[in-house]
């Protein structure tokens, strides 16, 4: 009631987001792409991890948090992540974002798979095996090196 | 023939202790400190201490020149990414999972990267087999 909408610019064609993993990534992905008329979904195995959101966008129903492992299709299903127009997956391990994202995009059919991994190895070869990929590391580097 | 194993528990061990029977060349790769030893002090020099998962440790093991890579871990992610990092990045011939959830068998099956081992099917079909017997025509189902 009191958050009128994170100050971001409006995504085109992005009406339906689920997001894989509510730590502190995920939690703040979500809470920027929130605004009237889209629908976020946020999914963790933890129910702790909901502490991460916050309370007044949950209450409006702009972000549902589901509790749901992500390395499961079946988990994924019930949160209607085949729905959606992007998977974002942003879970601390970079072996379960590689599975939840491979899941989403060639079983669910996800139009836009997103995959979180620090290795900067997996990182190139799961590039080249479809996934859009960001990096924790390679961010901080590039932010580090701009602020020298 | 050269096989890598990622796992030094029950089944990565038996299956190393067959194929060095087998007078084959093996590595054993787990990041437990107490699996690693217990590997080293019954089979020899022929473990990695590392987790798979990270390509240095599959270099390190040897992964480009291997044949074979059989991966034994309980997390099915986890062998997922090792069966990946092998099969695409090392190059190796066949890459075998035990896979623990059934419905990860699709996943495997659909990136092609290796043979997976339903380990429920498998058990339950055994149960099924032997328990076949008992039953008349109260179950229905297949």
């Known amino acids: 009631m009191t958050n009128n909408g994170a100050p971001l610019p409006m995504i085109r064609g992005l009406n339906r987001v689920s997001i894989g993993g509510c730590g502190r990534t995920g939690a703040s992905i979500a809470t920027a792409l929130c605004r009237p008329g889209r629908t976020v979904h946020i999914l963790d195995s933890s129910v702790d991890a909901f502490d991460h959101l916050p309370r007044d966008i949950v209450r409006n129903g702009l972000l549902v948090p589901f509790l749901a492992d992500i390395t499961l299709e079946s988990d994924l299903r019930k949160a209607g992540v085949q729905d959606t127009d992007v998977f974002i997956a942003t879970a601390g391990s970079d072996p379960v974002n590689i599975m939840a994202a491979q899941i989403a995009l060639h079983i669910l059919d996800v139009n836009r798979v997103v995959c979180r991994l620090d290795d900067p190895v997996k990182r190139d070869l799961y590039e080249d095996l479809d996934l859009t990929t960001i990096s924790h590391t390679e961010i901080l580097r590039d932010l580090a090196l701009e602020r020298l | ?142």
């Open chain 2, 1 to 142: 023939m050269y096989a890598i194993i990622v796992g030094a528990g029950r089944v990565g061990t038996a299956i190393a202790r067959w194929l060095l029977d087998a007078e084959q060349e093996i590595t054993v790769i787990d990041r437990d400190p107490e699996r690693f030893a217990a590997i080293e002090d019954e089979l020899g020099s022929v473990a990695v201490r590392g987790d798979a998962t990270e390509s240095q440790v599959l270099w390190q093991a040897g992964a480009s020149r291997a044949d074979v890579l059989i991966a034994t871990g309980r997390r099915d992610d986890e062998n997922l990414v090792i069966c990946q990092l092998a099969a695409n990045l090392f190059g190796v011939g066949r890459v075998l999972s035990i896979v623990s959830i059934s419905e990860h068998v699709e996943l495997f099956n659909r990136l092609g990267v290796s043979e997976s081992i339903d380990t429920t099917a498998i058990m339950v079909d055994a149960i099924e087999e032997r328990l076949g017997g008992l039953l008349v025509d109260d179950v229905g189902g297949s």
